[in-house]
């Protein structure tokens, strides 16, 4: 599929390229201010990420409690909260980062973003459904029964609300079972939780705009008609299609 013009016939790069926004000029980063301290923070990260595939790996490593007389053990995504944000804290302690300064630079205000967008309100779809779930299946259960791949339209507007895969699996899928669909029809609907995309707000959409110095990657006038709507539609669609293709040949 190819989408828009080639780069010597689009008009905003040849824009860009007459004021002189390119040039061949390399630029090289000599040398590293608190070079140990950034060494050490990489170090600590990297050890925290390998503390969670070693969890996440191995359930026996994992925390567990006696809970009234029943064994929980400690979900992994409480895990990786917990060792992240420690590895986080352990990073200011050693290295005495400037918390100040941390903030006030473009990666903290993207990821408080993240955890706003995708976190809180996840958490908020999740507590509605679970909440309203008894009157959520009894009001669609027939229509879904009879066409299961509405279902995927409602995993996709979802998705749309909650910026997550996860959070939107976590929200509807359990309702998908309670309806009786068959758990095959699930997986194949299953890409229809990418829907992220429709709505160019998500942090990793808004960057790849923001890297592109050619202009060519945008947000369109109408805000919905933007470089990602084809391309994600087009995947989406045809990734929903051979699932039910595949479930119906095997």
Same mark, same amino acid.
């Given at each position: ?9 689009? *008009?905003? =790069?040849? #824009?860009?390229? #007459? ?11 000599? &040398? ?22 070693? @969890? ?41 980062? &400037? ?28 507590? @509605? ?26 995993? @996709? ?25 068959? *758990? ?5 609907? @299953? ?10 707000? =998500? *942090? ?7 890297? &592109?110095?050619?202009?060519?990657? #945008?947000?369109? #006038? =109408? ?28």
């Amino acid at each position: 599929m190819k989408v828009g013009k080639e780069l010597v016939e689009d *008009p905003e =790069y040849q #824009k860009r390229l #007459k004021e002189g926004l390119f040039n061949n000029k390399k630029i090289e980063i000599k &040398d590293v201010k608190n070079k140990r301290s950034a060494m050490i923070s990489v170090l600590i990260f990297i050890l925290a990420t390998a503390f969670i595939v070693l @969890f996440g790996s191995f359930e026996g490593m994992r925390p567990s409690f006696l809970i009234d007389g029943e064994i929980v053990t400690l979900g992994m995504s409480s895990i990786i909260e917990i060792v992240m944000l420690s590895a986080a804290a352990i990073i200011l302690l050693v290295t005495k980062t &400037d918390g100040i300064k941390a903030t006030q630079g473009s990666v903290f205000p993207a990821g408080m973003q993240a955890v706003i967008a995708i976190f809180g309100i996840a958490w908020m779809g999740d507590t @509605f459904l679970q909440g309203n779930m008894g009157q959520l299946t009894l009001s669609i259960e027939g229509i879904v029964q009879q066409m299961p791949w509405l279902f995927g339209v409602a995993l @996709f507007v979802m998705s749309i609300l909650l910026y997550s895969q996860a959070a939107t699996v976590r929200a509807l899928v359990p309702l998908g079972i309670a309806l009786g669909i068959s *758990p095959y029809m699930l997986i194949a609907l @299953f890409p229809a939780v990418n829907g992220y995309f429709f709505i160019p707000n =998500y *942090p990793t959409v808004v960057a790849a705009i923001n890297f &592109d110095r050619t202009g060519t990657t #945008k947000i369109g #006038k =109408y805000v919905l008609n933007h470089s990602f709507m084809m391309p994600g539609l087009v995947s989406t669609i045809v990734a929903i299609a051979l699932g039910l293709l595949f479930i119906q040949i095997f």
